[in-house]
């Protein structure tokens, strides 16, 4: 049995973050797959688990954590990989966490699955182009801030950087042309595929495509 259990589905960026922090660190572990489009995360047993309904859910040892930046935070300090070096390197590191769970990820998570996934015609053409306008100026920010810089929140790769990366690599399904529109967040990601043990999403976890 491994040491870490990753309950995860491959679109899920959130459960990216986590499953790539754990790979890239070379950790003993193995993902769970959950059913998602087959309403897995409602399902009375996985509730047991966690009872807000979401993945991605982390159990090691008599340690169970919900929620992506929780997890991150826990598997950086554990696993010694992408931890802050100091206590101002750690609150840097939150608050990028938090402005990517509140900004990046919400709005383009959000956006995304309704785009690629929801049933045509499940919300109006105006909340999509709502989200689309939210996730944008998301990217600004996130691409200001990275003009010059390698990494996000240090001078080395930290959790911040899995937080914010982990819908980036679903290129195909956001209607960006990243390298035009965002090129230090292409360069950024360029760093990230390049680091040893990189995966794609749906490579590292289980569920894809859908169905099958």
Not at 30 to 36: G, I, L, M, R, S
Not at 115 to 122: D, E
């Amino acid at each position: 049995m491994a040491e870490f259990t990753l309950h995860c589905f491959a679109q899920s960026g959130n459960a990216y973050k986590a499953a790539l922090l754990l790979e890239l660190a070379g950790a003993d572990w193995e993902p769970v797959f959950v059913d998602f489009f087959k309403g897995g995360v409602r399902d009375p047993e996985f509730l047991e688990l966690n009872e807000m309904g979401e993945v991605p859910v982390l159990e090691h040892r008599d340690t169970r954590l919900s929620q992506s930046g929780v997890i991150l935070d826990y598997l950086g300090g554990l696993v010694g990989s992408f931890a802050p070096r100091s206590a101002v390197e750690r609150r840097e590191v939150l608050r990028w966490t938090f402005w990517d769970n509140h900004k990046l990820t919400s709005y383009h998570a959000t956006w995304r699955f309704l785009v690629n996934f929801a049933p045509k015609g499940a919300v109006s053409d105006d909340v999509i182009a709502f989200l689309e306008g939210r996730a944008r100026a998301a990217m600004k920010t996130l691409e200001r801030h990275l003009k010059g810089r390698d990494w996000i929140a240090s001078d080395q790769m930290t959790t911040a950087d899995l937080s914010c990366a982990g819908y980036m690599f679903y290129e195909d399904e956001f209607p960006y042309d990243w390298a035009a529109e965002w090129p230090s967040v292409t360069a950024w990601k360029e760093r990230i595929r390049a680091l040893p043990g990189w995966k794609h999403p749906y490579e590292l976890m289980p569920g894809h495509p859908i169905g099958q």
